[in-house]
Nanobody
Framework: QVQLVESGGGLVQAGGSLSLSCAAS????????MGWYRQAPGKQRELVAA???????RYPDSMKGRFTISRDITRNTVYLQMNSLRPEDTAVYYC?????????WGKGTLVTVSS
């Protein structure tokens, strides 16, 4: 069973930055893709950014330019740098990992952006 532990959430003013990290453990298989999703109150969970094992990144158009995903393969850790944050970025951010064609999720970390 893969465990994902997110950290780095918190309260930030609009225009500020936050960095999230997610460490994966508990698997003897290679971790394929990793990514970040978010879910705001009353909304569906949406993709923020994803990165393959080879380092190829993917962002929805709405996320391009302010969010940067990176990954440390040796530490099974994925990061999300968030800049120029807006109140509408307020959400619970979830880490995702794909292992052996299965999806695993962290418990989420809350990011609150005040206006």
């Amino acid at each position: 069973q893969v465990q994902l532990v997110e950290s780095g959430g918190g309260l930030v003013q609009a225009g500020g930055s936050l960095s999230l990290s997610c460490a994966a453990s508990g698997t003897r298989f290679s971790i394929d893709g990793m990514g970040w999703y978010r879910q705001a109150p009353g909304k569906q969970r949406e993709l923020v950014a994803a990165v393959t094992r080879l380092g190829r990144t993917r962002y929805p158009d709405s996320m391009k330019g302010r969010f940067t995903i990176s990954r440390d393969i040796t530490r099974n850790t994925v990061y999300l740098q968030m800049n120029s944050l807006r109140p509408e970025d307020t959400a619970v951010y979830y880490c995702n990992a794909q292992v052996d064609r299965m999806d695993f999720w962290g418990k989420g970390t809350l990011v609150t952006v005040s206006s």
